[in-house]
């Protein structure tokens, strides 16, 4: 039987919620749980995950397979660490951190966006041919073409946010405006929570089986901010180094929720219709009618 891949994006309102360091543990968790993981830094205006993985040798990066320079098989690095056990395999596609990549990213119009897209939803095949489960996206946050490329692709969203009160308003802005108009399968992580009560944020509330709901969508998990989290870097990702820590129990309850051998993937999307719904979504934000044909 051929395997279903998922994609799943860690996307936020703001910036430092956490996408990166869930996106890395999420990877080890489902890793251990014998699922072969192809993980994306989708962040391609402040790149961060190649300072986790070590890029020797390796000649292209995610930007050219969006530009159209090279394959996705070129442009992935094999993780060979070796992790004992039934551990999964995991590929990389890390964006480039050089300057001239950060500039010449932010230089890309609206065409190459789409184009991008179409690229992006074509991994989705390579991964089923290779024998992969899953693909996880750290996206940039907000509203980049990029991070919308990320949110319609995937197959799951979690949202990261913190408790921090312009982070709530713009999250739940957000949700409301690009995930309601995608209906995407979302649920929320609050991440780096310091003495809030959880029960206390405006908008949370216990649903009937006691799990959280902040204004009505799902709540995956809230984490508090553990100082060992903080102090963790490059190759130093809790899951694997820490078993038994709070921090890695949380992740791998996350990633038991959204285990994918329990769902059905989605339909493959199709790139044109995923263009028309994001140009609804850019006019909806910008204010620009919408015509009757569109609706
Ligand atoms: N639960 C946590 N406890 C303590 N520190 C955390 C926790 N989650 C994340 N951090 C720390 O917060 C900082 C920001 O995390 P991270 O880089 O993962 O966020 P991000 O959403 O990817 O940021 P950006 O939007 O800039 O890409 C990092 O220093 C990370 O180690
Ligand atoms: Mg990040």
């Known amino acids: 039987m ?10 936020s309102y ?21 699922r072969n993981v192809c993980l994306f830094d989708f962040d391609f205006r402040a ?12 000649e292209y990066w995610l930007n050219d397979f969006l530009d ?4 996705i098989m070129q442009a992935l690095i094999n993780v060979q660490d070796n992790p004992t056990g039934s551990y999964g395999k995991l590929m990389v596609g890390l964006a480039n951190p050089s300057t001239e990549a950060i500039r010449d990213i932010n230089l890309k119009d609206r065409r190459w966006e789409m184009r991008a897209l179409g690229r992006l939803l074509s991994v989705r095949n390579f991964l089923q041919d290779n024998g992969f489960d899953l693909l996880i996206i750290d996206a940039s946050p907000g509203l980049l073409y990029s991070s919308i490329n990320a949110v319609v692709s ?32 979302t649920a929320l992580i609050f991440n780096r929570l310091i003495g809030v009560e959880i029960l206390k944020i405006p908008g949370m509330k216990k649903d009937k089986s006691d799990g959280l709901l902040f204004n009505g969508l799902r ?5 508090p901010c553990f100082c060992d989290v903080q102090r963790a870097g490059r190759g130093y990702v809790m899951v694997r180094e820490r078993p038994n820590h709070p921090f890695t129990r949380i992740v791998e309850e996350m990633a038991a929720s959204i285990d ?36």
């Open 47 to 58: 790149p961060s995950q190649h300072v986790w993985f070590d890029t020797t040798g390796a």
């Open 260 to 295: 994918p051998q329990s769902r059905p993937a989605e339909k493959t999307q199709d790139a044109k219709l995923m263009q028309l719904y994001r140009d609804i979504f850019v006019k909806k934000t910008m204010g620009i009618h919408i015509s009757d044909e569109e609706r």
């Open 219 to 223: 709540v995956l998990a809230v984490v």
């Open 68 to 71: 159209g320079k090279c394959s």
């Open 154 to 185: 995937s197959d799951v969203a979690l949202v990261a946010a913190t408790p921090e009160t312009s982070d709530l308003q713009g999250t739940i802005r957000m949700i409301h405006e690009l995930y309601d108009l995608f209906s995407k399968k």
């Open 14 to 34: 703001k910036g430092g919620t956490g996408k990166t360091i869930l996106s890395l543990n999420l990877t080890e968790a489902f890793r251990k749980r014998g």
């Open 2 to 11: 051929t395997n279903l891949v998922r994609f799943i994006a860690l996307h």
